[in-house]
């Protein structure tokens, strides 16, 4: 009966990465800019489901307004900052980068340099004879597929789907089809944010809060969408699944500090020889 | 943008370097000696920032890594020094020389050699990986300390003499960072460099021409590795302590932060930008302790937004830089096309 | 943002900046984590300068913040009593961040640049591991650490006022094994304070009968235990003797009661747990984990009541006095060190050292505290408690002073 919590413990595993990830993944693939800041909008998510409890209003209030949070604050930060830069992707990244220093060390100085915790708003497992499940972790593996499931639906059935799919594939087409790419830009742009946010928030109560929970997961992103395959939104949700399923699986065999370790040595070895990632053969 | 024939002739990066090269020998005589040992910090330290700029601003190698090929020089310089019980100045800093060469060697053939050439992105990504990666390591070994690093560290010596921190470290880093300097600056405006330069700008166009910019890139990324090992190996023996934060990813990006903040691929801008970041930060976070870093992050914003150039592209016209990115292509294509016809 | 969430974040900031207003009220900020607080009126002699270096941000500020209330706290008090031998203190604050190599810098400040006469600080082993050869070697100066920990420091000026594994394990294994079953699994952080401790308390589990079930040491700053929580769950364990530290210790203590560790009549022992450590953790997490350390707000003498109430009143509720923090251990090393001055008459490295070195306080938070003489450590009370319903019942205590047995002489 081993199989089943450990089965439970990568699909949770998986998913929240899954969640982490696919902002990034829309954002790379989609635009063909690596955000540095996407911890960091993350982390905004989550400091605004702290905030919310810290008011003493119900946390999964504050979960909603995450998504909006971080939507909002990357629209601005488009408008302002990145657009400048979709020509030369590098002088994107570092600007992405600047403005991650400034989301982290700025939610550093509002928490006062400490950690906190977050409660789930669902406290507790359900049983199932002797295996115990996190009912949070369920809730997140659910959201998770809702969340997947309407991007796929967004993209693949609305007209706003079509346009971004459009001004993504050949721009000055779709800009003399009357269609706007700036702002198709800025919605994706804010998309993606808005979906870190609601990762982040989703995600405080397992770990606790504190201004540097952007870092290590930016690195796994990274990988994550890059062992994936940049170019399709389902690319980087497989390859999320992969590097969450070995973050997951590989301590119940090795000690964990090896096993961390080895999640990154793996995926920057398979990035070298796949560098078109796990989803080349496949087209969005 | 045409080029002014006029300023050709009046460089100002000289008497940059040479105004602070006067001012960083005299400094030490005349401050208390806390403050030179802050100064000391920001000489070793500022070794650190050339590393980055090197591969930066001279071959258009994002490396979020120099932490790693820092830290790992001097973990090694500590190791040699603390198990077989050396002190020598002569073996402890070509072993962490020898460490930062080692590591580099190793991420560049997993991140920057192949069939293919990666993208800038894989590179960035590479390295930030590989310092984290070592952070992580180093924090569950127990050989080397674990999370409580090694503490201790003897002082280093030459012959008999120890060399204290305080004045003696102190010119022995200047020293170390002058001659690195110079070697640099050589390197950088021989043909070597223009090469350099050109993997930058079109690494394509010059692989066509018959150029192996891989082994460019290669060299220059071990020579920075070395480099950034030296400045390891000062820096741990200076404060008497290495752990597994110096190989840090947080550490990685200070440093290019120091780097870019003074102006990429000008060499003195590194280490220009270490020292503003470090002295108006000690000086800032008198006012507004938790405030100074996001100040540093708006900051760092601007400069990247609205003159990429850094700190010394106020002083210095970018005509005299060589490294530059995100726009201002123009004058640099003119800088190398001036240098192929031999104008001066 | 609607003006609502602005006021929503403001609020909230200047709550926090509330939190360490008190300890910073009075004191002047000297840039790059540096403060320092002056005596309050003109005195006729040079200051004595007592250097502290505590975390006051990152995941171990929470133990940090109460240390420095306490020291400030000391300090203000002692000189509104005439100062030590005419002199008035002069307190100089460094923010050692839980970063090793950040402290070593600030440190080597406290040392060279203030020229303090003492330093008290370094909570994380890892931590006093870093910057004592800096206060002793490089400094020259005396170094009193006030954190439980793993034992086995005997450098000379290095003295130690925390809790040691005699202390912490000897009476509280077999109360453990008593009150709960034999077999024992020991999780713990990957660095030198766990294992050594764990290498301990497992003599002490052994020698009095119980089993060693599973042992496992995670990165510092793991945060996911499905798998080791499974261990535990699979080999019966009775007693989870964890050794984690913050930021992996609540996401494990919480992995664990959503596995239903506690309601098949496990229980969790971990000596970082007190009263103010609880907020980490839902009072339901952790019903029934138990503790053993020098005080507790529950320990009802009056001496330590009273404390407890004037250091509540100073700085208030939100990092309150605790042992598990080091705060206690604070206030033990200021006023061993304050007797220890008064008697030598001087602040000498060496002539305070000796006097140190048999110095006493009859009074302190859960009892008085004595040094043993040649071993740098102290002799106190020890307290087991067990948590119910978000607070701490004391369940034992010990039957006066307990013995440190560190550095005894061969």
């Known amino acids: 009966m081993d199989i089943i919590p450990f089965g439970f413990d990568i699909i949770s595993s998986m998913a929240i990465f899954v969640l982490a990830v696919l902002g990034l993944g829309v954002i790379a693939s989609m635009m063909g800019i690596f955000n540095f800041a996407h911890g960091e909008f993350l982390l905004v998510g989550a400091y605004t489901v702290y905030l919310a409890q810290a008011n003493n209003i119900p946390t999964w209030v504050g979960m909603l307004a995450a998504p909006v949070v971080v939507g909002a604050i990357a629209l601005v930060l488009e408008r302002i900052i990145i657009r400048r830069f979709y020509a030369t992707p590098v002088a994107a990244m570092i600007s992405t980068f600047a403005i991650g220093l400034v989301l982290r060390e700025g939610v550093r100085l509002l928490l006062g340099g400490q950690f906190y915790s977050v409660d789930a708003p669902l406290i507790g497992s359900f049983f199932v004879g002797n295996v115990a499940f996190s009912k949070w972790r369920v809730a997140i593996i659910v959201a998770t597929v809702l969340v997947l499931g309407v991007s796929y639906l967004l993209l693949s059935r609305t007209r706003i789907g079509l346009y971004v799919r459009a001004s993504l594939e050949n721009p000055s087409l779709a800009r003399a089809s009357a269609i706007s790419t700036d702002r198709v830009y800025a919605a994706t742009f804010a998309f993606g944010a808005a979906l870190a946010g609601l990762a982040g928030g989703l995600m405080v109560p397992i770990y606790s809060l504190n201004a540097d929970i952007g870092v290590p997961f930016l690195i796994k992103s990274f990988l994550a969408v890059m062992v994936g395959g940049m170019g399709s939104l389902g690319g980087s949700a497989i390859g999320a699944a992969f590097v969450g399923a070995f973050a997951a699986g590989l301590p119940w065999a090795i000690k964990p500090v090896v096993a961390d370790v080895l999640v990154f040595v793996l995926a920057i070895l398979f990035v070298k020889y796949r560098p078109s990632g796990l989803s080349s053969p496949w087209r969005r | 943008m045409a080029i002014d024939h006029q300023k050709l002739s009046r460089p100002v990066l000289p008497w940059i370097e040479g105004g602070l090269f006067t001012l960083f020998l005299f400094l030490p005589l005349v401050l208390e000696h806390y403050w030179v040992l802050f100064i000391t910090r920001v000489v070793i330290l500022g070794l650190l920032a050339l590393s980055f700029d090197l591969v930066w601003g001279y071959v258009g190698i994002l490396s979020f890594g120099q932490a790693l090929f820092f830290g790992g020089g001097g973990y090694c310089a500590a190791l040699i020094a603390t198990k077989l019980q050396v002190t020598s100045v002569l073996i402890l800093l070509p072993s962490a020389v020898a460490g930062g060469m080692i590591l580099s060697f190793v991420i560049a053939s997993i991140v920057l050699f192949g069939r293919r050439s990666p993208t800038a992105v894989f590179v960035a990504l590479g390295t930030l990986t590989g310092s984290y990666v070592a952070e992580r390591l180093l924090q569950g070994w127990t050989y080397v300390g674990g999370q409580n690093g090694i503490p201790s560290l003897p002082r280093l010596t030459i012959g008999s003499v120890e060399i204290e921190e305080g004045i003696r470290f102190y010119y022995l880093a200047f020293g170390l960072l002058i001659l690195v300097y110079l070697g640099l600056r050589w390197l950088v405006r021989s043909q070597f460099g223009l090469v350099l330069g050109g993997i930058r700008e079109q690494e394509e166009r010059l692989s066509f021409l018959g150029y192996k910019t891989q082994n460019y890139k290669g060299i220059v990324f071990c020579l920075a590795g070395m480099v950034a090992g030296l400045s390891g190996g000062l820096y741990v023996f200076h404060e008497g302590f290495v752990g597994p934060a110096q190989v840090s990813p947080m550490f990685s990006t200070q440093v290019a932060l120091y780097a870019m903040f003074g102006g990429a691929g000008t060499l003195v801008g590194a280490v220009i930008g270490t020292g503003f970041v470090e002295a108006v930060g000690y000086y800032v976070s008198q006012y507004w302790e938790m405030g100074w870093p996001i100040l540093l992050g708006f900051l760092l914003l601007i400069i990247v937004t609205y003159r990429p150039g850094g700190l010394i592209s106020f002083v210095v016209p970018d005509r005299e830089r060589v490294g530059a990115f995100g726009g201002k292509d123009a004058d640099v294509g003119l800088e190398l096309e001036d240098k192929c016809h031999g104008h001066a | ?410």
């Open chain 3, 1 to 410: 943002m609607s003006k609502d969430s602005i006021e929503l974040l403001k609020s909230h900031s200047r709550r926090l900046f509330m939190q360490r207003a008190a300890l910073f009220s009075g004191m002047i900020a000297l840039g790059g984590g540096s403060y320092i607080l002056n005596p309050k009126k003109a005195w006729g002699a040079d200051p004595i300068k007592v250097g502290f270096a505590l975390d006051l941000t990152g995941p171990i500020s929470v133990q940090g913040i109460p240390c420095a209330n306490v020291a400030k706290m000391l300090v203000e008090d002692i000189n509104a009593k005439g100062g030590i031998i005419g002199r008035p203190l002069q307190m100089y604050l460094e923010d050692t961040a839980t970063n090793e190599s950040l402290a070593v810098t600030r440190v080597s400040k406290l040392v060279q640049k203030d020229d303090v006469d003492v330093v008290i600080g370094g909570i994380t082993s890892s931590m006093r591991n870093a910057i004592k050869d800096t206060i002793i070697n490089r400094g020259k100066k005396l170094y009193l650490y006030p954190q439980l920990y793993e034992g086995k420091e005997c450098t000379q000026y290095l003295f130690c006022t925390g809790p040691t594994p005699a202390q912490q394990c000897d009476t509280f294994v077999p109360w453990l094994m008593k009150n709960t079953g034999k077999k024992f699994y020991f999780a713990g952080a990957d660095y030198i304070w766990p294992h050594t401790l764990d290498a301990y308390a497992k003599k002490v589990v052994e020698e009095n009968g119980g089993e060693i079930v599973g042992e496992e040491y995670s990165p510092v700053d793991q945060v996911e235990y499905g798998a080791t929580v499974h261990e535990i769950m699979t080999k019966g364990t009775d007693v989870v003797f964890t050794t984690l530290i913050p930021p992996g210790l609540p996401v494990f203590v919480k992995q664990l009661y959503e596995a239903g560790f506690r309601k098949r009549g496990g229980r969790i022992a971990s000596v970082l747990y007190d009263e103010s450590t609880m907020t980490i953790s839902s009072p339901a997490e952790t019903e029934g984990l138990a503790s053993c350390l020098d005080y507790f707000r529950a320990v009802d003498d009056p001496f330590s009541k009273e404390l407890f109430e004037k250091y509540t009143k100073l700085f208030g509720t939100k990092n309150p006095l605790s042992a598990a923090g080091g705060s206690t251990g604070t206030y033990r090393a200021v006023k061993l060190w304050e007797a220890a001055v008064k008697e030598s008459g001087s602040i000498k490295r060496d002539a305070v050292a000796a006097a140190l070195d048999h110095a006493k306080i009859s009074e302190g938070p859960g009892g008085g505290a004595e040094f043993v003489p040649g071993t740098r450590h102290v002799r106190m009370n020890m307290y087991t408690a067990v948590a119910k319903d978000g607070k701490f019942d004391i369940v034992d205590k010990s039957n006066g002073p307990v013995a440190p047995k560190e550095c005894l002489p061969k």
